[in-house]
């Protein structure tokens, strides 16, 4: 943390001033405070302090706004109810900002006007970041990406050594000594990225989707360079941060000269790239990118790769991550994928784009200093999937599987935790 200063206060006030649109004042001037998004909101419903409503955070970035760049709150606060930037009120900010919000854009879903809460949030974030506020645990993980190239600071011999013994253990699965996992191969039709949770915890996630690629006869490879699909930056609110991990892997993808980029089961990542990186990098992309969801689902309905439909038999739900589902679109490919596999498939209430945030998004499995509260909010996931009396929870993104794991022990779920790909490569028909 910094200490606040004039210039820093400058530094955050110019978020608000130096607008490009007029997306900004049209949300913070739009909330007629009807209270539906309470409902919609883990953290309110799970404290039931009012402090953890959704609009309570519109209120407090509209009225440090109404205090510096308007006439009546520059002149006359208390008519404007407009707040000042002193330590004590940006330290609540970052605990509203950072601590009770996973930007999960559940509000967003359920305001009666559409206001953009979670927009509103991250530009809070982002006055947090440019007066030096940004939770020291957050920034670790950000500086660990920006110094080595991924978020868990695995050096380049860890990570061809992984690589080495997973590609061993494909070809005595398959059976097959030309079975590969190739990296840094130039002209490929894929360039495949990774939540580098997976090579340090779950390296079975990546030759489940070596399996899939060698099923479906594809042009792929991995880089060893830049492979981290995820981009904490885009939660810290540094968007100079943001921008310079999103161009490394633009970078990486011309200079492999691949066709296109597919998106590990990484929620956040999959935005960060997909969606937020061309206005980052303020450049159109000349290439295809999709997430391993959609691609997998088009292997299947293409016939690239056959799966057994009775293979998987016990009973299975879904879950949703925010990011990829809610504010990404991509909703019907993974139920597509489960119905070809899991006969004994059963949704979540609610599920799809209103299906509940299992705690961890926002960079908060990120931010040790909140570990209890988000523990807590995660028992509402946690009811969801013991009330589907599931065996098996599958979920795309790594971030999310961490979560329900903590979950899964703390609340005595009972359940296995697994990634699509997973579930899939295990289903794979392979032809002799």
């Known amino acids: 943390m910094s200490e606040l200063s004039e210039i820093n206060i400058d530094k955050g006030l110019a978020i608000l001033k130096n607008t490009p649109d007029s997306r900004l004042l049209t949300n913070l001037n739009s909330c007629v405070h009807c209270g539906l998004c309470g409902e919609s909101c883990i953290y309110y419903l799970t404290y039931k302090d009012s402090k953890y409503l959704p609009s309570i955070k519109v209120d407090f970035i509209s009225?440090?706004?109404?205090?510096?760049?308007?006439?009546?709150?520059?002149h006359f606060p208390f008519l404007a109810n407009a707040t000042t930037l002193n330590k004590k009120n940006v330290e609540e900010m970052v605990d509203l900002f950072f601590g009770a919000?996973?930007?999960?854009?559940?509000?967003?879903?359920?305001?009666?006007?559409?206001?953009?809460?979670a927009f509103l949030v991250r530009t809070g974030r982002m006055m947090l970041a440019e007066m030096?506020?940004?939770?020291?645990?957050?920034?670790?993980?950000?500086?660990?990406?920006?110094?080595?190239?991924?978020?868990?600071?695995i050096t380049s011999p860890e990570f061809a050594d992984t690589i080495k013994w997973l590609e061993d253990d494909l070809k005595d699965d398959l059976k097959d000594d030309n079975a590969s996992i190739p990296i840094d191969e130039?002209?490929?039709?894929?360039?495949?990225?990774?939540?580098?949770?997976?090579?340090?915890?779950?390296?079975l996630s990546i030759s489940a989707m070596a399996k899939i690629f060698y099923a479906a006869k594809e042009s792929w490879t991995l880089s060893s360079k830049m492979y981290?699909?995820?981009?904490?930056?885009?939660?810290?609110?540094?968007?100079?941060?943001?921008?310079?991990?999103?161009n490394r892997l633009f970078d990486e993808m011309k200079n492999l000269n691949a066709k296109e980029l597919i998106l590990a089961e990484c929620g956040h990542g999959s935005r960060a790239f997909r969606w937020e990186a061309p206005n980052h990098l303020k450049k159109r992309f000349n290439f295809k990118t999709i997430t391993s969801v959609e691609l997998i689902a088009d292997?299947?309905?293409?016939?690239?790769?056959?799966?057994?439909?009775?293979?998987?038999?016990?009973?299975?739900?879904?879950?949703?991550?925010?990011?990829l589902v809610r504010n990404g679109g991509v909703v019907y490919e993974q139920r597509?994928?489960?119905?070809q596999i899991a006969p004994n498939f059963v949704e979540m209430t609610p599920h799809g784009i209103d299906n509940y945030c299992c705690g961890g998004g926002g960079g908060l499995l990120a931010m040790s200093e909140y570990n209890e509260r988000?523990?807590?909010?995660?028992?509402?996931?946690?009811e969801q999937i013991k009330n589907t009396d599931a065996q098996i929870v599958i979920t795309p993104c790594h971030n999310c599987v961490d979560q329900l794991i903590q979950l899964n022990s703390l609340y005595k779920i009972n359940v296995q935790i697994k990634t699509l790909a997973e579930i899939v490569a295990d289903a794979i028909i392979l032809e002799k």
């Not at 030096?132 to 190239?149: K, L, R, W």
Request: overall charge positive; aromatic content about 10%; glycine content about 8%.
């Open 63 to 74: 009225s440090i706004y109404k205090r510096y760049c308007t006439f009546i709150g520059k």
């Open 101 to 117: 919000c996973t930007m999960c854009g559940r509000c967003n879903l359920h305001c009666s006007i559409g206001v953009d809460i």
């Open 132 to 153: 030096g506020f940004i939770p020291a645990t957050i920034q670790a993980t950000v500086d660990m990406s920006i110094n080595t190239g991924n978020n868990m600071g």
């Open 186 to 203: 130039k002209n490929k039709n894929i360039l495949y990225t990774l939540n580098p949770r997976e090579p340090k915890f779950f390296p």
């Open 228 to 246: 981290d699909i995820t981009n904490y930056g885009f939660f810290s609110g540094n968007d100079k941060e943001a921008t310079l991990i999103a």
């Open 299 to 323: 292997y299947i309905k293409t016939g690239k790769i056959k799966v057994d439909s009775k293979k998987l038999k016990q009973r299975v739900t879904l879950h949703d991550p925010c990011n």
């Open 336 to 339: 597509y994928i489960l119905k």
């Open 374 to 382: 988000r523990m807590r909010i995660g028992e509402r996931k946690a």
